[in-house]
């Protein structure tokens, strides 16, 4: 696609509940990112993928969060049993050449979890 | 470790008026630095990038900024603001071997008509 598609736009979830967020980057790209971004906060890395490779995921702020790329595309972001504290917004975002930064990274318009 | 320090949460301009976002970086090693643009509801825009070739660097929409290794700074200008710079601009420096971008907690940039 044209950009970094992020779904759903807006989910509230119970808490204790599971939760899952999709991102579809742009086709081709190699790397993929998630961000979390509470409010009023700038955005803190929470996993990277080359491919379908999870190369690092030092961000996860718990066991509770869970990233996929089975196949190098797609990717999920899975919360399981939410708290309080995960209501953010999740960004997803996509880049062409690994860790180049002079490729430049796509980011998705995110979603935003509301955990009440 | 690598991180940024954003000088100003809030700036407020009065239009036709220059634009001054200061950011100030740490990094162990030779930085890439950027700016994100955040209009509300849409997602993060490059503004600029320093990838260590020109100090200063033009980005889209006549902003600037220029990198200052003796003052560790990368500060955001424009000559004249126009009401649709109304956002929320990020200062990055990029993390580490992955790629990873650390983020400034950001200022919000407020132009009076």
């Known amino acids: 696609g044209a950009g970094v598609s992020q779904s759903p736009r807006y989910k509230v979830a119970k808490r204790g509940q599971d939760v899952a967020l999709r991102c579809d980057p742009i086709?081709?790209?190699?790397?993929l990112f998630w961000y979390q971004q509470a409010l009023g906060q700038g955005p803190e890395f929470l996993t990277y993928?080359?491919?379908?490779?999870?190369?690092?995921k030092s961000g996860l702020p718990s066991d509770r969060f869970f990233a996929e790329r089975p196949e190098g595309s797609v990717s999920t972001l899975k919360i399981q049993r939410t708290q309080q504290e995960d209501s953010a917004v999740y960004l997803c975002?996509?880049?062409?050449?690994?860790?180049?930064?002079?490729?430049?990274?796509?980011f998705g318009s995110g979603t935003r979890l509301t955990v009440v | 470790a690598q991180s940024v320090t954003q000088l100003d949460s809030h700036v407020s301009v009065s239009e036709g008026t220059p634009v001054l976002l200061r950011c100030n970086y740490s990094s162990s090693y030779s930085p890439s630095l950027f700016w994100y643009v955040q209009h509300p509801n849409k997602g993060l825009q490059l503004l600029l990038k320093y990838t260590s070739a020109a100090t200063l660097v033009k980005g889209i929409n006549g902003f600037e900024a220029e990198f200052k290794k003796s003052e560790t700074s990368f500060h955001l200008t424009k000559p004249s603001a126009h009401m649709s710079d109304a956002a929320e601009y990020f200062c990055v420096v990029s993390g580490g071997s992955q790629g990873n971008l650390i983020f400034g907690k950001g200022t919000k940039l407020s132009v009076k008509p």
């Open positions: 993928f080359q491919n379908e490779a999870q190369l690092d």
């Open positions: 086709s081709g790209h190699v790397s």
């Open positions: 975002a996509s880049s062409l050449g690994g860790t180049n930064l002079n490729y430049g990274y796509t």
